[in-house]
């Protein structure tokens, strides 16, 4: 059983070599550099990824059409990079690359015209560059700034013919022929430091091989140095033996070789000596010399030589620096390489270990990548920046679809700003599942380019899409506004460019801005009838209107209570209601007044908060006041108009009277309470003051007016309680009332009398035998206590001229006012008038 473990083992692990192989195939983790790449906006971006995905799919249709014979070539006669025999071809051109990249220098400075070998080798890399120069015609490239994928003949001639095709074909000359067709002229060898820019395939190899996870790191960059290093001395070897050259040979011992011994070697005639000999000692004074080491065996002799050690020397110290740098941050490891080949390994190998399958294998990469590129373009460019210019950027980025969502149609441009600030730019491949049924939410995302679709899961696992989620529109809001798990699952049909707002920073904006808060919630709403989704859900959107408005009113309060006059007229101003109470019914006026704060009271007045209105308690914002003892604010709400309707008043006065708060008593009776008010027992606030023997309450309860006749439910009066417990000075003070109030209610019931005895009559502007259609309205007025005053008084209310006396319904003149009952009907009329009608009878 063991032996058949560790077999089972050992054949698991060739399993994820091989995976890990076949993962690393295709040069699936080599990179562009992104430094050169990235240079256009988050759009462009986009389009890079989603041209990674057409790359794809241009790959698979090459390999069919190779399949077909076409041999890798697309209809239209065009080559895609990631082509594999292409890909061959470049690993091919890669060695020409390297030898003419090493040989270039030599030939410049060991021969004057090539011998037959070598002129047949050269003539062949030549050939070979001349077929590459012809395929750079047919391959597709991507646009530097849009970074999609050109197929179209005419584009990919143009920018290579505007690239590096003069180059490249100057490069392929046979500059020998050339050489040796004019004369052996010294100038036109000088062209042939043209091949050097082939030198740029070697360059893009290494870039590529730092990133191609199956081989070590340290080697490739160790490797890359070296041959910096080999190649500057190799070419500073051939540009020494160059200079010895150009002179005469008969002042050879006058250049730095033919001055030379060794021992008993001299090089005296040096042409004559082996060319590797030659170039091994060249190659020695060149490393020797960039070294600094100066042994002094070699040496510069003539002028020129010395020039040129110079400026070597200078050069030797900006490479040496590199070298040095570079080994460095070998040892230290920190470049975002070698931390993307870390990451990408570790992953690797958690994919194999745990077999995941190849769709998730896929998505996976896909975001590792998205994570490589975007930290040259997220982070490392904008930390730096100051956050004002980064909110710039975002708005100059992010704001044209934002202003377009309508989730925020009709908010304010300083919301929308708010929001802009703080997204985060997200790419996610098709298939990808961002949000699942039934989870919770802390995301809300913004569609800019791409499809999703919304699907909604049932219990026994079957799907149904909902809607799509196209350009400008959001997902996520309902899951966060609402707090209620997210109601369907979103998932990616296209690939797709969204904006991701963090849930925490959307919920501190809506903080500040109530209104535009309240309005996303009625766009959820009024689209309800649209969107079935959202009308599903029309009863969790109004219960969290009602209780952000309730949220609201406590913050309202809140800024009311500790007096944050500021914050409180910007909750008003943001759609804020000062009327709306809290649970217990106060609103932001009882509040204020209670703690005093005459300036806040004034504005919440102005703005037209009722003043009159009771907490549960029955308290009003005169009676909170009041009771904390604030003149300024109570005045100010009186003069506003505010009255002391107090629910069951007789039972609040004699509990203030029972506590001796004489001030308190003072107050509420200064604004109006009625001292008379009886308690449940049909007690006064004055039995109470004179049953506990509480003289100064009893005072100013009948300065109030309190009455002391006033009987309880057992017959009792103030008096009688006063004289039960004993109080003379209270009992005095008692009794000097009852006799003040005695006289006050005898005078009282005269006027009362009077007021009772006191006639009224009915006067009518016409004789009372005139004719029906003659007679008008009349009008009832008290009678005088003369005839005369009677007669005045009626002309004058009923405009009547040449009034002269007043009549009884029988026509008779009236003389005395007591011959008047209470509510006659009397006329008033003139004596022609009076003569008249007498004639008529």
């Known amino acids: 059983m063991p032996g058949n473990n560790m077999s089972r083992r050992r054949d698991r692990d060739e399993e994820e070599e091989k995976e890990t192989e076949s993962e690393s195939d295709g040069g699936e983790y080599e990179f562009e550099d992104l430094n050169d790449r990235i240079k256009s906006s988050r759009g462009s971006r986009f389009d890079l990824i989603a041209n990674e995905f057409e790359l794809q799919r241009f790959s698979k249709f090459s390999r069919e059409n190779l399949i077909n014979g076409f041999k890798g070539l697309s209809k239209d006669l065009l080559i895609h990079p990631d082509n594999w025999w292409y890909r061959a071809w470049t690993k091919f051109i890669l060695i020409w690359a390297v030898y003419s990249s090493f040989f270039t220098p030599m030939e410049f400075g ?19 560059f001349l077929i590459d120069i012809v395929l750079q015609f047919f391959v597709a490239y991507r646009d530097s700034q849009t970074y999609r994928l050109v197929c179209k003949r005419t584009p990919i001639a143009i920018r290579y013919l505007k690239s590096s095709f003069v180059v490249d074909l100057l490069g392929c000359m046979p500059w020998d022929i050339i050489y040796k067709a004019c004369g052996r002229r010294e100038e036109v060898r000088y062209l042939l430091w043209i091949r050097l820019t082939r030198a740029r395939k070697v360059i893009a190899f290494f870039q590529n091989l730092e990133k191609d996870i199956r081989i070590n790191y340290l080697f490739t960059r160790i490797v890359k140095l070296i041959v910096v290093e080999l190649y500057c001395t190799h070419t500073a070897a051939c540009i020494f033996y160059y200079l010895a050259t150009t002179l005469h040979a008969s002042e050879e011992g006058y250049t730095w ?9 001299s090089y005296s005639h040096f042409r004559d000596i082996d060319i590797w000999k030659r170039y091994t000692t060249s190659l020695y004074f060149a490393i020797v010399t960039m070294a600094t080491v100066g042994y002094g065996d070699i040496h510069a002799v003539n002028l020129r030589e010395m020039i040129f050690v110079m400026i070597y020397v200078s050069f030797d110290m900006i490479l040496g620096a590199y070298l040095i740098g570079n080994m460095t941050a070998l040892i230290v490891k920190g470049s975002k390489t070698e931390k993307f080949r870390d990451k990408m390994t570790d992953i690797i190998k958690y994919m194999n270990r745990n077999r995941l399958g ?83 939410v802390d995301q809300l995302y913004f569609v800019c380019h791409g499809v999703l679709e919304e699907v909604g899961i049932g219990e026994d696992g079957s799907e149904e899409t909902v809607s799509l989620l196209e350009p400008n529109s959001s997902f996520g809001e309902i899951s966060i506004l609402c707090n209620i798990p997210q109601p369907y699952t979103v998932r990616v049909c296209e690939l797709c460019r969204l904006l991701r707002l963090d849930k925490q920073s959307f919920t501190n904006i809506l903080d500040i801005y109530f209104y535009d808060g309240r309005k996303i919630l009625n766009n959820l709403l009024e689209g309800k009838q649209s969107n079935l989704r959202v009308k599903q859900l029309e009863s969790d959107i109004t219960f969290h209107i009602g209780k952000q408005e309730a949220e609201l009113a406590l913050k309202v309060n809140s800024a009311a209570y500790y007096g944050d006059l500021y914050q409180l007229k910007g909750l008003i101003r ?11 019914g106060r609103s932001p006026l009882h509040l204020a007044a209670s703690r005093g704060y005459e300036d806040i009271c004034y504005f919440l007045i102005q703005e037209g908060v009722d003043i009159n ?36 008043a007789g039972s609040f006065l004699c509990t203030a009277v029972s506590r001796g708060d004489s001030d308190f008593l003072k107050r509420i009776l200064s604004n109006g309470i009625d001292p008379n008010a009886k308690d449940y027992d049909h007690r006064t606030a004055l039995h109470v003051a004179a049953s506990e023997g509480l003289y100064i309450m009893a005072k ?68 009372p035998w005139d004719p029906e259609e003659d007679r008008k309205s009349g009008i009832v007025l008290w009678v005088s206590d003369t005839i005369e005053e009677l007669i005045k008084k009626a002309t004058k209310q009923l405009e009547f001229s040449n009034a002269s006396c007043i009549l009884s319904e029988d026509g008779g003149k009236i003389l005395d006012v007591d011959l008047i009952n209470d509510g006659q009907k009397l006329y008033l009329s003139g004596e022609t008038h009076s003569k008249i009608n007498l004639n008529s009878i």
């Open 110 to 128: 060991f021969f004057r015209g090539l011998p037959e070998n070598l002129f047949i080798l050269d003539i062949v890399g030549q050939i070979a």
């Open 257 to 265: 070789i033919g001055s030379l011994k060794m021992g008993d070697y």
């Open 358 to 440: 190849r769709d998730i294998r896929n998505q996976i990469k896909g975001h590792v990548r998205l994570q490589f590129e975007s930290s040259y373009t997220d982070a490392a460019v904008l930390q730096d920046i100051p956050i004002s210019i980064r909110a710039k950027i975002s708005q100059s980025l992010y704001m044209p679809y934002i202003e377009n969502v309508s989730l925020f149609k009709g908010c304010s441009m300083e919301f929308i700003n708010q929001i802009v600030i703080k997204l985060h730019e997200e790419f996610f491949l098709p298939g990808e599942v961002i949000m699942e049924q039934g989870n919770v």
């Open 574 to 584: 943001a759609g804020a209601d000062p009327n709306k109470t809290d649970y217990d």
């Open 613 to 648: 209105a009771k907490d549960n308690f029955g308290n009003t914002p005169l009676l909170e006041a009041i009771k904390n003892g604030h003149d300024r604010v109570s005045s100010l709400l009186v003069r506003e108009g505010a009255s002391l309707n107090v629910d069951n």
């Open 700 to 767: 100013l309860l009948i300065e109030a007016g309190a009455s002391v006749f006033s009987k309880d439910r057992w017959g009792n009066t103030p008096i009688d309680d006063g004289r039960m417990c004993g109080n003379k000075n209270l009992i005095k003070l008692l009794e000097d009332a009852k006799v003040g109030q005695l006289s006050e209610i005898s005078s009282s019931r005269q006027e009362i009398t009077d007021k009772i005895h006191r006639r009224k009559c009915t006067v009518f502007p016409f004789h």
